[in-house]
T-cell receptor, first 111, second 109 residues
Framework: EAGVVQSPRYKIIEKKQPVAFWCNPI?????LYWYRQNLGQGPELLIR????????DSQLPKDRFSAERLKGVDSTLKIQPAELGDSAVYLC?????????FGSGTRLTVV | KNEVEQSPQNLTAQEGEFITINCSYS?????LHWLQQHPGGGIVSLFM???GKKKHGRLIATINIQEKHSSLHITASHPRDSAVYIC???????????FGKGTRLHILP
């Protein structure tokens, strides 16, 4: 069984540019999470989907961040425009029940 | 105060030592997870616990629901065990996953 697949693995962009991350969850997992992890910190939830519905986006900075999960499968997370402080690892996870599986993450560097 | 607290934050030990990482939480939970994160960002789930004790190879995880405390033990530690170990709980009331800040473990050869 394939795990949670994220791309790209690494991304370097200049500030004010847009960037998008993609996540393909494990087949059948109806819950999908996007997390941001700053250096030396635990992951912080940005948004949680149940199928295609965003059920918790309270921590998503909506002025520059957006996410979608069309058809309740793949998801994209977008930042426009990126700021220096957005440099972090962006992790996607999916779950069906109490367990969950993380992708390898996208390391974003904004210069 | 964070809802999930880990200790220690950083730990350096010699190869072969017995390692203990602690996690305390303040919310009702349906499950507790121990995760391992190597440099580069990928996270691997080591254990999911709702009671008692689990063992996998040299890793042992225990949980005391009454005391809201869990420990991760590594026996006969090895340099390849060097990583960040993260405790995460799933809240029983809102189903949210709450992460600790992680314990950075460095095993010296």
């Amino acid at each position: 069984e394939a795990g949670v697949v994220q791309s790209p693995r690494y991304k370097i962009i200049e500030k004010k540019q847009p960037v998008a991350f993609w996540c393909n969850p494990i087949s059948g997992h109806n819950t999908l999470y996007w997390y941001r992890q700053n250096l030396g910190q635990g992951p912080e939830l940005l948004i949680r989907y149940e199928n295609e519905e965003a059920v918790d986006d309270s921590q998503l900075p909506k002025d520059r961040f957006s996410a979608e999960r069309l058809k309740g499968v793949d998801s994209t997370l977008k930042i426009q425009p990126a700021e220096l402080g957005d440099s972090a690892v962006y992790l996607c996870a999916s779950s069906l029940g109490p367990g969950y599986t993380f992708g390898s993450g996208t390391r974003l560097t904004v210069v | 105060k964070n809802e999930v607290e880990q200790s220690p934050q950083n730990l350096t030990a010699q190869e072969g030592e017995f390692i203990t990482i602690n996690c305390s939480y303040s919310v009702g939970i349906s499950a507790l997870h121990w995760l391992q994160q190597h440099p580069g960002g990928g996270i691997v789930s080591l254990f999911m616990l709702s009671s008692g004790k689990k063992k996998h190879g040299r890793l042992i995880a225990t949980i005391n629901i009454q005391e809201k405390h869990s420990s991760l033990h590594i026996t006969a530690s090895h340099p390849r065990d060097s990583a960040v170990y993260i405790c995460a709980v799933r809240g029983s009331r809102d189903d949210k996953i709450i992460f600790g800040k992680g314990t950075r473990l460095h095993i010296l050869p």
